[in-house]
């Protein structure tokens, strides 16, 4: 009699000697066709990775075919990433995907290294280029008298030479809120005292218990008071937490 060891059995020993397990094998990707690249194979370039500036560059171009642009900016056609690339590598140069939404997607081939300092270089220029204009605000009161009043416009004349917009808040208290026409008043002759560099954004209105004033800069008043800007005033006194900044926009 045979001993319950012998043999194969299924309990105890997953598989028969005869058989193999089967192995499963992901088969190796490259770029279309089959060519190398400076980008690399494998997931590198199934996952189709893009460079920080959202484009895929070479081997991380997974597009079977593509439209070609040659460095010279000339349209060559449309052919496989395979030849594309190819073509890129026999110039020493790279290949872009510059419309990767397009069908089939255009290509251009260029210097990598070169294209992006360039592209950095025209970020920054265009931030130069770009005002940031702050608002500047100013506390007033119906019947705030001629000293407090020459003060605060020095205040927002400089805020406006210096390019700044500026916002003159009023708020009412009390009784005031029955007679709103005292500071509507002291609204207007802040807006003509500065008539002489700036333009009316928003002219004095109320909102609920409070009124304002936005003014903004006018660049040919401005320059023209520079012309024959008065001799240097005395410093200006604080005005404590009557001025804040409202904020930057962007222009």
Known sequence: MKSKSAGWNRFSCPLPPTQTRRQTIRPFRGPPGGAGGRGGFGDKFRKGKRDDGGLRVNGDIYAPQVRLIDENGTMVGVMSSREALAIAESRGLDLIEIA???????????????????????????????????????????????????????????????????????????????????????????????????????????????????????????????????KPEAPLEPLEDDIDDGGDEDQ
Not at 148 to 163: C, P, T
Not at 171 to 199: C, N, P, S, W, Y
């Open 100 to 230: 990767p939404t397009a069908t089939p997607p255009t290509c251009k081939i260029m210097d990598y290294g070169k294209w992006k300092y360039e592209n950095k270089k025209k970020e920054k220029e265009a931030k130069k280029k770009q005002t940031v204009i702050t608002v500047k605000e100013i506390q007033v009161r119906p019947r705030t008298d001629d000293h407090d009043i020459d003060v605060k416009v020095r205040h927002a004349r400089r805020f406006l030479l210096e390019g700044d917009k500026v916002k003159v808040n009023l708020r009412f208290m009390g009784r005031e809120l029955a007679h709103q026409e005292f500071g509507i008043a002291t609204l207007r002759r802040v807006e003509k005292m500065l008539a002489d560099i700036a333009v009316t954004e928003s002219a004095p209105k109320v909102e609920g218990k409070q009124a304002f004033l936005l003014l903004a800069p006018d660049p040919v008043k401005v320059k023209e008071y520079l012309k024959t800007k008065p």
